[in-house]
């Protein structure tokens, strides 16, 4: 059974819907008002876990997070175990639970109905993950049919962990996201890993035009990835084989589909599930466009709807 092992904080997110974006020291009646579970690896595993459970001839992928919680019997730990439901193959033993802390890491967004922004204020108090506490969890859970999927966060300590599993489990796979503008240090996680999740909103700050330029001069840092890809929005997503140079994009709709946009918080998330889920399950049957393809289908079937629920299960039964 390969270890799906996804690394990155995990939320608990305010969702403040507002008629449009208020101006500074201004009162602002909001419309509606959301408190769920968030985060980018919870997010992207809160699919994941509906694309096994929903996938035909079962699978043999087992999932794991760790991330920074707070003590372990804080009822805000307990809400975001059963925010993945009942049942959930994800395995939380390996979180670090913070004893003494009872507050999680929370994020404030406010989502602009005039203009559709997403302007968020985070807030986490607690210690972030050391190098030593990875090496723990690492070799309680690693092996050599591993993938660890870090959200790039803390990029000096993330980095210190891919090379851990570099010396200690050469053939680990591992996956990174490269998405935080002005984050430092997120290239040279990019040159250490064997696929990147790259950011339209990190991308433009490079000042790439597009998803394809930003794919074309970064396949010269991420040296040791056999995969690089690029979500772009309405635009889909692109993606580039290395060493072969071969490029796929794919749009975020298909010939003649038409889309209302509701939701597009975690759709980036939900992308790099769909994609997870096409490199581990679908390894020998589904081509890279393949897999690209139902990944942007999956991100475009999120957006249209609040929140996660059932979206894994409405793309797979697609023809």
Not at 112 to 119: C, V
Not at 144 to 157: L, N, S
Not at 176 to 181: D, F, R
Not at 267 to 294: N, P, R, S, Y
């Amino acid at each position: 059974m390969t270890k799906l092992v996804c690394v990155g904080a995990c939320y608990l997110d305010t969702i403040l819907d507002v008629p449009y974006y208020p101006a500074e020291d201004s009162k602002l009646r909001a419309t509606s008002l959301q408190a769920r579970r968030g985060g980018n690896c919870p997010n992207t595993l809160e699919v994941l876990q509906q694309l096994l459970r929903e996938r035909s001839g079962g699978h043999d992928v087992k999932p794991y997070l760790i991330s920074c919680l707070p003590s372990v019997d804080a009822p805000a730990t307990a809400t975001i175990v059963d925010s993945f439901g009942p049942g959930s193959p994800v395995d939380f033993t390996r979180c670090i639970f913070r004893a003494n802390h009872k507050d999680p890491a929370s994020s404030y967004i406010i989502r602009s109905e005039e203009t559709g922004s997403r302007t968020l204020v985070n807030y986490n108090d607690l210690p972030e993950m050391t190098i030593d506490e990875f090496i723990t969890v690492a070799n309680e859970v690693g092996d050599d049919d591993a993938w660890f999927h870090f959200e790039g966060r803390i990029p000096e300590t993330t980095l210190q962990c891919i090379r851990y599993l570099r010396r200690s489990f050469p053939n680990t796979r591992v996956s990174v996201e490269v998405e935080k503008p002005g984050r430092g240090g997120l290239e040279d996680l990019a040159a250490e890993a064997d696929v990147v999740f790259y950011s339209r909103s990190w991308a433009e700050s490079k000042r790439y035009e597009n998803a394809q330029r930003c794919l074309s001069a970064q396949s010269g840092v991420a040296r040791k990835a056999t995969l690089i890809l690029c979500t772009w929005g309405s635009d889909g997503a692109s993606c580039l084989s290395l060493p072969s140079q071969k490029a796929v994009s794919c749009p975020a709709t298909l010939p003649g589909q038409t889309i209302s946009v509701v939701d597009t918080v975690g759709a980036g998330d939900t992308f790099i599930a769909g994609m997870l889920f096409g490199l581990l399950c679908h390894h020998d049957d589904w081509d890279t466009e393949k897999k690209v393809q139902f990944a942007v289908q999956l991100a475009t079937c999120k957006v249209q709807q609040d929140g996660f629920d059932g979206v894994g299960a409405e793309v797979l039964k697609r023809p």
